[in-house]
T-cell receptor
Framework: AQRVTQPEKLLSVFKGAPVELKCNYS??????LFWYVQYSRQRLQLLLR??SRESIKGFTADLNKGETSFHLKKPFAQEEDSAMYYC???????????????FGKGTHLIIQP | DTEVTQTPKHLVMGMTNKKSLKCEQH?????MYWYKQKAKKPPELMFV???????INESVPSRFSPECPNSSLLNLHLHALQPEDSALYLC??????????????FGPGTRLTVT
């Protein structure tokens, strides 16, 4: 069974400090992993997808298959980064067809001034 | 138009009522999803529609009945709900895998309260 683990329920750092939100997954196969962010009173929105290897809003995430991790990092946190962050894994039922996302429990990131 | 819209934003219903939630997207996505999100919990998948056909049902009770009348619309019909069904119901859409960059776009949700 697939599973996503985000060990930190809450993470508080000071503005300008580095941020790392941890995500580990359990999946038999090649995973498709995502980071979603939910700002206060806003909808859930995609932040990063692992296949793109991009940097969005200064955030990056690298898939480490050996450690089954997909940690989210930012070198210098900003106050507007305060939000709920979810790591998510796309399932592979339906013979590779559309499947839902399995979400971790989320990490509430608070950036203190 | 790159948004998923959901109506209504809020819904209060009694346990004997019948109501429907509506979701719409005009991004040409052929996969659509219903999720349920309880307070302070992550979204949990309920249903997946692929090319307007139900492809995944996560053992959801029959008091929830999904419908996909066309490629842009997704409905969730509710009947005889229980108070524990109170939650935020999220709709999402995506390209069908292999037909475009895969990511799920989420609507703002319908906040449902069952009294």
């Amino acid at each position: 069974a697939q599973r996503v683990t985000q060990p930190e329920k809450l993470l508080s750092v000071f503005k300008g400090a580095p941020v790392e939100l941890k995500c580990n997954y359990s999946y038999s196969g090649s995973p498709e992993l995502f980071w979603y962010v939910q700002y206060s009173r806003q909808r859930l929105q995609l932040l990063l997808r692992h296949i793109s290897r991009e940097s969005i809003k200064g955030f990056t995430a690298d898939l480490n298959k050996g450690e089954t991790s997909f940690h989210l990092k930012k070198p210098f946190a900003q106050e507007e980064d305060s939000a709920m962050y979810y790591c998510a894994l796309k399932g592979l039922r339906a013979g590779g067809g559309a499947d839902g996302l399995t979400f971790g429990k989320g990490t509430h990131l608070i950036i203190q001034p | 138009d790159t948004e998923v819209t959901q109506t209504p934003k809020h819904l209060v219903m009694g346990m004997t009522n019948k109501k429907s939630l509506k979701c719409e997207q005009h991004m040409g996505h052929r996969a659509m999803y219903w999720y349920k999100q309880k307070a302070k919990k992550p979204p949990e998948l309920m249903f997946v529609y692929s090319y307007e056909k139900l492809s995944i049902n996560e053992s959801v009770p029959s008091r929830f009945s999904p419908e996909c009348p066309n490629s842009s619309l997704l409905n969730l019909h509710l009947h005889a709900l229980q108070p524990e069904d109170s939650a935020l119901y999220l709709c999402a859409s995506s390209h069908y895998p292999g037909t475009g960059l895969y990511e799920q776009y989420f609507g703002p949700g319908t906040r449902l309260t069952v009294t």
